[in-house]
């Protein structure tokens, strides 16, 4: 069992950058593979970004197509915390973001329905 708390969001002007954290309990998160969704009014939860272990010491991340050099997911072992920086925000970005987290390794982590923990979200909102 885990337990994860987003925190870090806010309101922000196109172009400026945000850090969302998720702090992770229970097992520590280097047992898991994490994800960031999104999801914005009237649309349905997107994949942003995933982090997964490997061999000892390489970490492996896969993001969205739509947020490639401008997201970038990062952990912290110690503070057992995943990151997510957004830089160069846009309009579009606004969306709640959830943290979410699975003991699979080895499966399409773009896809939400491997993901067995969720947060709550914290809420983005980027105005132009």
């Known amino acids: 069992q885990v337990q994860l708390v987003e925190f870090g969001g806010g309101l922000v002007q196109a172009g400026g950058s945000l850090r969302l954290s998720c702090a992770a309990s229970?097992?520590?998160?280097?047992?898991?593979?994490m994800g960031w969704f999104r999801q914005a009014p009237g649309k349905e939860r997107e994949f942003v970004a995933a982090?997964?272990?490997?061999?000892?010491?390489?970490?492996?991340?896969k993001y969205a197509d739509s947020v490639k050099g401008r997201f970038t997911i990062s952990g912290d072992n110690a503070k057992n915390t995943v990151y997510l920086q957004i830089d160069s925000l846009k309009p579009e970005d606004t969306a709640v973001y959830y943290c979410?987290?699975?003991?699979?390794?080895?499966?399409?982590?773009?896809?939400?329905?491997?993901?067995?923990?969720w947060g709550q979200g914290t809420q983005v909102t980027v105005s132009s």
């Open positions: 229970g097992r520590t998160f280097t047992s898991y593979s």
């Open positions: 982090l997964t272990s490997g061999t000892v010491g390489l970490y492996y991340a």
């Open positions: 979410a987290a699975t003991v699979l390794k080895s499966v399409d982590l773009t896809m939400s329905k491997w993901y067995d923990y």
